[in-house]
């Protein structure tokens, strides 16, 4: 905010009850900085200020409330002006706090709204979370295609209140099939008598609404598009994603992204990290550090059966740490630029062998490296023993850390590959995974390597 | 794209000289999508086709076009054909071309350019790299605040050919100071002898040229902002960042992030991953990869250092990679969440008591789990030795086990925030880092509960 000495003063305004300044304050401000302005109010405040409001405005506000606020006014908010606000409100947004509010709460509310917004909630919330159908909204524009460029910008200035955005307005025939798409500034620009079907494009990028909502997100990015048009499995429009909507999808798929890459569950409503509970918490974490932990199991019957081995060359049990180490970082590391290239589709499953190719030249330089270190830091700093002299157990366990380097820089290259290419999430693979993976391959080259130079 | 068989058939337009169909092709079409059919012909194809439109598609569709494929054009087009699209390229994006091309190239070119455009492509590249100020476009519509609604909508659709949006317009007095922001809806819906100065949202929001890019991609997004406008030192307006902008910055940042937390480093200009060499591949890992196994070396100290213990409890080594595991995962997996929250600003570095108290009760919960585990596996599958009874033998291992999934918790919780208060990237602290720290911290509570219960 320019001011932070806005919300005090909204505070003193709504004490002092002067309803004029409050209201120019509304109408002149951004809806959104409003509602963040608001949320220092309590409930019953809320209320008088948006009641000065115009029934628009006063479900624009509303409508960027924090979900405890939006809950709390409609519990003191009157009948009346309840239905005004929900009736206003965008679809989407309207059915997204239907769908989080207690059921008891909705089966009360519903029948103060009227058939057609009823009808809109529930198609909107019958769609598969997750899915385009799910975050679209119904508020579009449409055009018919005889219309001059006069009449046009004349229809869209009338619904303009109603509609979540006139800037893309959308061509249908009688059955809502989409025929094209043209935008505001192209029917400003245009001559008046032009017709909406010689401006419109044709043949407009569209998802449909079992599409992933990333699809829509992603196609919104690709060609700079201010809203996507959504249509059924008749091909018929039925909704569009604005693109507030695809910059809110894009940074939840990036927590979800995140979160699994260190392998925590959860759902795609990721509700905010103080809010969730400890239960919760533990239980979304609780289940792959578990599936991890057995696997780790493994890489101790390993270690125990070399027991003897151990026994003789302790400095052997020095560098696992290092071993593990090292193999968990690299492969982590080509794990997630291809995950990340392949969400971004600069490669597809089948350039595997390209990126082998790659990562095994990189994994190369990065097993020279890190297998000088250990060697120098055994001759330099080893004492040596009975049982082999010192530059041999430097030169095993280099060779088995460059080894280990190779192994986990190609395992992490491919098994997201591999993940993708039998259409499961690339990113199951990553960071804790890949570590327990390279941590059982790392100890059997690792031993294997030190026996056969070592010569037990 | 709805029809897969376009690019074929564009194809055979141009090869067939269609000059008509293919001039109605570009015009009728997304620039974005053209300019994805047009990459599959050669620069010489494109040459031509590009030539069929009038001036202002032809740079729209040149901006859409892979990097590439411009710099390839730039050296077949004739000299006047070039002055023309880069006079009528988005200037940002035009900026950005001359920032990539070798320095010859720019060179040659820049004198074809009208004085304007020379300073233009100057102003906007001496931002930072990762400023707003280096992301904002100079092509942004202003209005006078006297202007009637119509007057204004009269100005915005002249100028519209030249502005990257006339959405968004801004109301600037004589020293270009931000008055405020007007949108075309509002004018659209706005009575006819309403002015400007009326309409109007008064301190909007902005951001200033040295500001990070994320910022003003974040506000773009907190308040459903279509371009946000952007300041210089004197208050003035110099440019606006779009939301099409935000989602790419938005896409940029993620990618940053992910390779920040798997110990990448990079620079803001991020290259697809095929394009980027293999020894850039390697420089950029190893700095880390070399760091880390160079503290790996530490643990591998502390184990030396318990090296009879270890000779007398062999399977104090095999518990060593499930330790290290759950203690990097639980670890994790705590930054993970804590590091995002920090981003989405959930959570303030005021908050670590508040975090540091619900990770403590995920941590304990977590502790008794893999602990729980351990001493499972050691009195179902251990063989009992000499030296101490086998149930004390697991609850050593557990208790350990317990420990270190709780610091490492807590570490993984604290450190980000740590980093954040010093008003370091907390994202520096993920996984790999936080991996090596707890070994060392988990072997050495390893040994420690270990010698105590065992009595040695």
């Not at 990028?205 to 700079?224: F, H, N, P, W």
């Not at 239980?283 to 199991?297: E, H, Q």
Request: proline share 4%.
């Amino acid at each position: 905010m320019k001011n932070p000495l806005l919300a005090p003063e909204l505070h003193e305004m709504v004490t002092q009850g002067r309803h004029d300044a409050l209201k120019e304050f509304c109408e002149d401000g951004n809806p959104a900085v409003i509602a963040e302005l608001l949320s220092a109010l309590d409930p019953a405040e809320v209320r008088s200020v948006l009641l000065l409001c115009d029934p628009i405005l006063q479900a624009e506000i509303f409508s960027f409330l924090e979900y405890e606020l939006q809950v709390g006014l409609l519990s003191i908010l009157k009948r009346r002006e309840l239905t005004r606000i929900l009736t206003n409100m965008p679809p989407d947004d309207r059915a997204d706090l239907f769908k989080r509010m207690p059921e008891e709460m909705s089966d009360d509310l519903m029948p103060a709204l009227a058939h057609a917004e009823r009808e809109d909630i529930r198609k909107l919330s019958s769609y598969r979370e997750g899915t385009a159908g799910a975050v679209m909204t119904s508020d579009y524009a449409t055009l018919e295609k005889d219309l001059t460029a006069t009449q046009a910008i004349l229809h869209l200035r009338k619904v303009a209140p109603d509609k979540e955005t006139i800037y893309s307005a959308y061509v249908v025939d009688r059955q809502r099939r989409l025929l094209g798409s043209v935008s505001l500034q192209d029917l400003i620009v245009a001559r008046k008598n032009e017709t909406v079907a010689d401006i419109m494009q044709e043949n407009p990028v569209l998802v449909r609404t079992s599409d992933d909502q990333e699809e829509a997100a992603g196609k919104i990015q690709k060609y700079d598009l201010l809203a996507i048009p959504v249509v059924n499995d008749e091909d018929s429009l039925v909704g569009i994603v604005t693109y507030d909507d695809a910059i809110d999808i894009m940074t939840q798929e990036h927590t979800e992204d995140i979160e699994k890459m260190m392998a925590i569950t959860g759902s795609h409503e990721t509700a905010a990290y103080i809010k969730t509970s400890v239960w919760k918490h533990f239980s979304n974490r609780a289940i792959w550090v578990t599936i991890l932990a057995i696997l780790g199991l493994i890489s101790g019957t390993i270690v125990e059966k070399y027991e003897t081995l151990l026994v003789q060359f302790t400095v052997l049990a020095a560098f696992m740490p290092m071993l593990a180490g090292a193999g968990g970082n690299t492969g982590s590391q080509a794990a997630t630029l291809v995950i990340r290239a392949l969400a971004l589709k600069e490669i597809q499953p089948k350039d595997a062998l390209l990126v082998l190719a790659k990562e095994a030249r990189i994994a190369l330089l990065l097993g020279l490296l890190l297998g000088g270190l250990a060697f120098a830091r055994v001759i330099f700093f080893g004492h040596s023993s009975d049982a082999a002299p010192l530059h041999l157990v430097g030169l095993a366990i280099a060779i088995a850390l460059g080894l280990q380097v190779i192994t986990a820089t190609l395992l992490g290259a491919i098994l997201p590959i591999i993940a993708a290419r039998f259409r499961l999430d690339p990113a199951v693979i990553a960071s804790p995974a890949l570590s327990t993976i390279v941590d059982i391959s790392g100890l059997l080259l690792y031993f294997t390597t030190a026996t056969l130079i070592l010569g037990i």
